[in-house]
């Protein structure tokens, strides 16, 4: 009994530990602007450091990597007139390869269900302080509230968080009671953003949900025909009464999405384009200088540089997650970290649903702001590819004991004949 209590405690301890981590890995922190709290890449190398061990990714992963430094060492020789741009390089190259630190160590169901626990609690702290902000700000106009309360870096994390809660089934009274108050403060949190993106991601990623939901054969077609129904009457009332509790920002997001479903409004949005003041106008500007770079150079890209080194102030931002791994590693290197994604993909459909259709509404994301470039993104991602790791040499080492044990069950079999 004593025995049994001893790592009860130990493993409460074990998970309080992670938890408290891994909300210490996703707090954003920035030093002139740029994300900074690349602390998470420590955490392998200390259980490496009190474990002994070093797990060994797949051979695809090695080559990947292989791969990268390959490009590394390529462009620091060819790209000379960059030489003065070393330590940079250097940098952003090991924040690069930060995504692969957690294949070496195995990510168990513990450390997932601290990670899923972490993201959770993380998103209410800063649900919590927006809703407390726009309180205290709400007498201002849009642009202010958007300046003071919205914010287009982390809006991500929250749709994994609205995911991982749906999803989620408690087993207590006290947490079925808590569950839906919780996924309405989510929904408020990613509403008070003020970022057009976090929206559609979050409803690009239900549609998804909306229609893998019906192959599912163990759901009645009853419960089917209810779900189809009920879902969109429940968007409908939470969209109808958000402008009621936040009237600017069922303002600003009128003026700046539902104004594009008319045709006035999609002429001023392909005119919005040719504009480079405009946002979609200068994500257009910066897509042409990548694609144009690359060009030039597609075999290592821009070796990790980000594309300021286009520009005499040395200041640029990619806004998209997908052309800014363009520019850095080319086009051999943009199709291996595509390669990664995709692969991830597989690994949560088979596994983990909740952060499955979190992960879409990430990816989606990253077509208009960077995601797994940012320190808690590069976190999210390190840690998914960690989780895929850990499960496919889980399914590897069974697969070897069940071939050891077929091999000397026909042994004995050989003998007996």
């Known amino acids: 009994m004593f025995n049994n209590n001893k790592l009860y405690t130990k493993k409460k301890n074990s998970n309080f530990f992670l938890i408290t981590t891994f909300i210490i890995f996703l707090i954003p922190y920035s030093i002139s602007g ?38 590394l060492l390529i462009s620091t020789l060819y790209q000379y ?7 940079r390089r250097l940098i952003s190259f090991l924040i690069f390869m930060s995504i692969f630190s957690y294949t070496i160590i195995d990510i168990d169901r ?3 269900n601290s990670f899923k626990i972490a993201i959770v609690l993380i998103v209410l702290f800063f649900a919590i302080w927006k809703l407390g902000r726009y309180i205290y700000w709400k007498n201002l106009d849009v642009g ?21 809660t749906w999803f989620y089934q408690p087993h207590s009274k006290f947490f079925k009671i808590l569950k839906s108050p919780i996924i309405l403060l989510i929904l ?14 979050l409803f690009v990623s239900f549609f998804f949900y909306y229609l893998t939901y019906f192959s599912l054969k163990k759901k009645n077609f009853i419960f089917r025909i209810i779900f189809i ?88 931002s990619a806004h998209n997650q997908y052309s800014d791994i363009l520019f850095r590693t080319g086009l051999i290197g ?3 970290y595509m390669y990664i994604l995709y692969q991830i ?3 949560l459909r088979d596994n983990h649903p909740d952060l499955l259709y979190g992960y879409i509404g990430i990816l989606f994301y990253g077509f208009f702001h960077e995601t797994f470039k940012l320190s808690q993104g590069g976190f999210i991602i390190a840690f998914l590819l960690g989780a895929m790791a850990s499960k496919k040499r889980e399914i590897n080492s069974k697969f070897i004991k069940n071939q050891d044990k077929y091999n000397k069950q026909n042994k004995i079999v050989s003998k007996n004949i």
């Open 334 to 336: 943009f199709c291996f």
């Open 34 to 71: 740029l994300s900074a709290n690349y602390s998470f890449i420590f955490f392998p190398l200390i259980l490496i450091l009190i474990s002994g061990k070093i797990k060994t990714p797949s051979k695809n992963i090695i080559l990947i990597t292989l791969f990268f430094i390959l490009v």
């Open 345 to 347: 993909y597989k690994f």
């Open 81 to 87: 007139e960059l030489l003065r741009y070393l330590d």
């Open 188 to 201: 408020v949190c990613i509403f008070l953003t003020f970022s057009r993106t976090t929206i559609l991601a």
């Open 144 to 164: 202010n509230l958007k300046y003071y309360v919205g914010s287009s870096r982390y809006g991500f994390v929250y749709i994994l968080g609205f995911w991982i």
């Open 229 to 316: 129904i009920l879902i969109p009457i429940i968007f409908l009332i939470i969209i109808y009464s958000l402008p009621i509790i936040f009237p600017w920002g069922a303002k600003y997001f009128s003026n700046t999405i539902l104004i594009y479903l008319s045709v006035d409004g999609l002429i001023d949005l392909f005119q919005r384009f040719n504009d480079i003041k405009s946002s979609e106008g200068f994500r257009v500007f910066i897509l042409g200088k990548i694609l144009n770079f690359v060009a030039y150079n597609p075999l290592t890209g821009s070796g990790f540089l980000g594309c300021w080194i286009m520009f005499d102030d040395l200041k640029c």
């Open 110 to 112: 513990d450390k997932i």
